[in-house]
């Protein structure tokens, strides 16, 4: 059973986490089956960007890197606490771990900002939230990320990043094919409604 480990700070955008439980969900009861997802927050209580509070299964203090095979992580706002979250040195450092073991990390929007902030990014090509003059695409890009602005999803070996909320189902979809197959994750897409 490959493990996905969606962490979760506080202020995440609840509809770029949902497609990670959903992907992943459907292929465990309708796809190949071989994958569970495992919600991680960095606090026992969580509220999201517009106040939807969400409990997770896990806090980031009683998990290890070790009993994942992947990374999800979804962006936020900061008005709602986003980075305050992101940015705290527990997370970083679970991120720079994932990298050091060579698994997949994927994120949508600014979940990119984290992992520039741990230092995986420098000198990787990635992407994040391309709209208001390209202020975090700018802020990405200070952190040692070569930007590619106008591309949805951005991959760089194991990191997976993309562009704004509209990219949420690639990315959950390109991870799901990463741990699995492009056949079982066609599949999935299938039964969801995305592939006639």
Known sequence: MKKVCLLLPNGFEAVEASVFTDVIGWNK???DGSTQLVTVGTRNELKCTWNFTVIPEKVISEVTVHEFDALALPGGFEEAGFY???FRPDVLE???EFDRQGKI???ICVGALPLGKSGILQGRQATTYNLNNRKRQLQLEAMGAHVIPDQPVVRDGNIITSFNPSTAFAVAFDLLESL?????ANNVKRLMGFLA
């Open 94 to 96: 679970f991120i720079r």
């Open 180 to 184: 699995t197959s492009t056949e079982n």
């Open 29 to 31: 009861d309708e796809g």
């Open 105 to 107: 990390i994927a994120s």
């Open 84 to 86: 305050e979250d992101a």
